[in-house]
């Protein structure tokens, strides 16, 4: 796998790399991770990152952290 890409935005660690004829675009935030796979038959490099600093797309990635924090708390208290 081959790391093309990295930079913050906010409070996310954002990682763009190539493996396999496909795009990975991995969002970080503390101990969760999102990653979006995107064929590099459909989409250009260019485009990926784009993709990755669009602004109303990362609302909903951070929006989908913020769910997933929930969850994850919601269900280890059952533990």
């Known amino acids: 796998m081959k790391q093309l890409n990295q930079f913050s935005e906010g409070s ?3 990682t763009l790399f190539w ?3 496909k795009f990975i675009l991995k969002f970080e935030q ?4 999102q990653t979006y796979k995107i064929s590099e038959l ?6 990926v990152l ?5 602004q109303e797309f990362l609302e909903s990635v951070k929006k ?3 769910q997933m924090f929930s969850d ?4 280890l208290q059952t533990y």
């Open 12 to 14: 996310l660690t954002v």
């Open 19 to 21: 493996w396999n004829q």
């Open 30 to 33: 503390n101990q969760l991770e």
């Open 42 to 47: 459909d989409y250009s490099e260019t485009e």
């Open 50 to 54: 784009e993709l990755a600093q669009n």
């Open 64 to 66: 989908r952290f913020e």
């Open 72 to 75: 994850l708390q919601i269900y």
